[in-house]
């Protein structure tokens, strides 16, 4: 089964806001309010910031927010900093083989 | 607060089995879900297996043939055994709690990097 198709990289300066998409099919994004998403900084594991679709953990920020249309998930990070400089992939339970299906990542460079 | 802590040889032989273990400290391995995820050096994530309080397995479909997945509740740790491996196998693994089997990952190890290499 194929990855989750997300932007390899997506750019924004610092107080921007800016949207990761994620794009599955209606075996897993669409299916499923099971859409979760992950910030992984150089060297470090991934923590999570969004499970779900909409639901933040406790103490992550509420500049991190998910939605979901369709078969297309979304995070939006607003007022960016520079510490949100990192990879950030998506996550969706899937009816396939996998159990589990991430995307491909998206780097963010904060300008 | 809950912590994992991965523990690995670091270095494997192709063919050989691979064995991870991952201690779970500041709270019960009961009652969660358990999974074993890995990334290859500058790529994307890839979920491998989880258990849950003995009883329930479930194994990636391309690697069910050489996955062990197994709990030890006495020593609150969890363990993987992935057999016959290959360059391919060469990666961080992480080992990582869900709180349900919703395929939501909330509590991360650290990880440990492994290589199959002679």
């Known amino acids: 089964q194929s990855a989750l198709t997300q932007p390899a990289s997506v750019s924004g300066s610092p107080g921007q806001s800016i949207t990761i998409s994620c794009t599955g099919t209606?075996?897993?994004?669409?299916?499923?309010?099971?859409v979760s998403w992950y910030q992984q900084h150089p060297g470090k594991a991934p923590k999570l910031l969004i499970y779900g679709v909409t639901n933040r953990p406790s103490g992550v920020s509420n500049r991190f927010s998910g939605s979901k249309s369709g078969n297309t998930a979304s995070l939006t990070i607003s007022g960016l900093h520079t510490e949100d400089e990192a990879d950030y992939y998506c996550s969706s339970y899937t009816s396939y083989s996998t159990y589990v299906v991430f995307g491909g990542g998206t780097k963010l460079t904060v300008l | 607060q809950v912590q994992l802590q991965e523990s690995g040889p670091g270095l494997v032989k192709p063919s050989e089995t691979l064995s991870l273990t991952c201690t779970v400290s500041g709270g019960s391995i009961s009652g969660y879900y358990w999974s074993w995820i890995r990334q290859p050096p500058g790529k994307g994530l890839e979920w491998i297996a989880y258990i849950h309080d003995n009883e329930k397995k479930k194994k990636r479909k391309s690697l069910k043939s050489r996955v062990t997945i197994s709990v030890e509740t006495s020593k609150n740790q969890f363990s993987l055994k992935l057999s016959s491996v290959t360059a391919a196998d060469t990666a961080v693994y992480y080992c990582?709690?869900?709180?349900?089997?919703?395929?939501?990952?909330?509590?991360w190890g650290q990880g440990t990097m492994i290589t199959v290499s002679s």
């Open positions: 990582v709690r869900q709180p349900s089997d919703t395929a939501a990952f909330d509590i």
């Open positions: 209606s075996g897993d994004v669409g299916g499923y309010n099971y």
